[in-house]
């Protein structure tokens, strides 16, 4: 259970969060009965009580992601409320938090939810490969929801979600390992590896730790383009290290770093049409991804405050090489073979008081560069070349050229928070930066006339019986368009204990995303479209404000816990994707504004000894609800429809603990997520005014089961048996918005049958 709701006995243990050491409680899977918690988390850039953040949030423990098999992105979504994860394949994701979605890909645009490991901000916009970290020896995962632009900056528009990395324990040697090994029906063998070693090199001064692990995972999709079965296969691998220099109490330095790479032999998106679990496609799609990480984390203690600089370089390559014949149905083959590469800097210095006294505050500086390659080459087929008897090509590529995209966001912020006595405080934070984008084109490259030369060849009567002749340019270097906003974000909240056991707060918070500029603006129609839409600039800020009142507390000597949220966001000049129909080229504009309101829950009960009995879920209605009939032509949205969102999700999970030795423990347990059905996209054609999309759909409605049952060995020592997707759900999680891929659904993975291990030395 997410520990944001734990009211169970915990055990204390030393740990390193952000850097900074503080005492963590943590979840015990066997407790009985409890007084209550203190579940630190920095949300707030600083060590706080969770139960007196003003704001959603969701902790997940190392324990309860290793208790539940949580691996990655797949199953957090389910298990927090208000969220919900849109993912055709491994290493394409984005979360949509409290309804803030147009639809689930937002091509070319920033993702609505910031994620980060450690310091390092690594989400991306829609359209490109996004690794799925590691989530093995993990302090925590926090998932925070609302606009978190005061802290976080422009890439939290809806909400954050962190990944925080255990440090170095300088005072004990340390070793865990962690053994799955599965079997998906329909599909083959699941292997999962992980192992961790923690050495004090010198006892409280200096320590070593290392984290490393390996999935190989066969798939469970046919391809019967290429002729492989299971053809969604998965081999990823890693390791993080991390070195602790702590000479004093009050100054250490870590240095980290962090390598992983992900590499999925093929998609697993399916085409209905086909059969449940099929695609089609000439070649794998692949969307791999490699990434290198160092980091610098310094901390001293100033007496009257903490201060923390953090200094990241990354370095992310992310292969997007997809088959797009789906356009034509097959007849017109061509695909793309893009391939990105992020070099990425971001430094951080903040202050965090330490002094005594009503006032607490932080203030900080962020720097935030980000370098973008990428090459795209179009390749077609030799069979179709021959068929249009086009020779020009050296090769299979009708169309090369290079661009790279260069972002920058400065920024400075505070948060200032007094206490008028301990049951009430009131906080308020202030943000401003100012973010540049610009995309320029490299030369060297060429395009070609030769897409239409192809539809023509296929389409002959659309084209009125002609086939124009090809014809080659060079692609010259050019300049895009400088686009540079600066903004202010702020929020505020009251918070009021009216019982030590009980916190009610209200936040007013703001949020935005940066500009985009369309690399390709201004380009005008094919011939074969001439009333086809000429690519807009670009797209600037969208704003977001969310007003959020809620209460955390504990019950009937903390039997029961419960927290409950409940917002209202007004959503303007909204970023969308648009893709023109002639020949898909994707860009990015701006539409007028949507409400999103709801409520969010999460519930634990503890009305017996040895069981637990947990539910969470949310309840959204998010609309459009501002909109020209310009703004509806381009976009392909209608006045008053749904945004890419559920009405309702929500998860319950119900657990059972009971001795069967003198020290050894059994445990039996079931969870089960809901999701109703959303929307994909908008529901017409952009540029084509009431015309409905070909592509449009929804989702499936769907239950998610699981079923665990385990045993403690000893306390170090757990072995668990698991049926994932109990009842086979095939449900359509995801629908494609765009119309060049064969297949555009994503599906719940069959059910899985296995055993984990687990050992800490």
Known sequence: MPATISAQTTSRTGAEVDGETDTVEEISPTAETGEGNTIIVTATRREARLQDV??????????ELTEKGIVGYERLALETPGVVLNRPTQNFNNFTARGISTNGYSAGLQAPVAIYVDELPISANGNSTILDPNLYDVERVEFLRGPQGTLFGSGSLAGAMRIITKSPNPNRWEASALVDLGYTEGGGLRQRYNGMVNVPIAEDVFAFRAVGYYRN????????????????????????????????????????????????????????????YVRRTAQPDLFQSDLLALNATVNVDLGFADLVSSTTYSDLTGDFIVDLAGTYNQLVPFSLDAVGYDD?????????????????????????????????????????????GVTAFSDLYYQRFKNYT???????????TYRFSDSFWATGGLRYGQVDVQTTTRGGGYNSNFLTVGFCTVFTPQCG????????????????????????SWKGSISFKPTPNLTTYATVSTGFRPPVVNARAGLAPPASAPDDIVIPDGASSDKLTNYEIGLKGSFFDN??????????????????QANRVSDTIQ???????????????????????????????????????????????????????RLAT???????????TFAVGDTETAFVSGNVAYVGSYPGLFPNVPGQPGVPSPQYGVTDEYVFANAYAGLNITPDFVITAYVENVFDNDAITYVHPEAFLDGRHGRLRPRTFGVRSSYVF
């Open 54 to 63: 003003p704001l959603g949030i969701t902790a997940f423990s190392q324990e």
């Open 217 to 276: 995972e066969d798939g469970w999709v046919d391809n019967i383009g290429t002729g492989i079965e299971d053809a969604n296969s998965l081999e990823a691998y890693g390791i993080r290290a991390a070195f602790l220099i702590e000479p004093s109490s009050d100054f250490s330095i870590k240095l980290s770093v962090n390598k992983e790479v992900s590499n999925p032999a093929d998609s697993a998106l399916t085409n209905p049409d086909l059969g449940t």
């Open 344 to 388: 990425i800097f971001v430094q951080e210095v903040r202050l965090a008081s330490s002094h005594g006294g009503p006032f607490e505050w932080i203030l900080g500086g962020f720097y935030f560069d980000k370098r973008r390659d990428v090459d795209f080459d179009y390749r077609t087929t030799q069979q179709f070349l021959d068929q249009t």
């Open 406 to 416: 260069d972002i920058s966001e400065k920024a400075v912020f505070g948060e200032l």
């Open 465 to 488: 019986g002609f086939i124009p002749p090809l014809t080659l340019a060079p692609i010259q270097p050019a300049v895009g368009l400088l686009a540079s906003d600066d903004k202010l």
């Open 559 to 576: 039997r029961l816990t419960a927290n409950l949220a409940a917002f209202y966001i007004d959503w303007n000049n909204i970023q969308v």
């Open 587 to 641: 860009f990015a504009t701006n539409i007028g504004g949507a409400v999103s309101k709801g409520i969010e829950f999460e519930l634990v009960a503890r009305p017996v000894d040895g069981v637990r009995l947990q539910a969470s879920g949310a309840y959204i209605d998010a609309r459009i609800d501002d909109l020209s009939p310009g703004e509806a032509a381009i976009s392909g949205a209608e006045d008053g429809i």
């Open 646 to 656: 559920p009405k309702f999700s929500g998860s319950a999970t119900a657990a059972y």
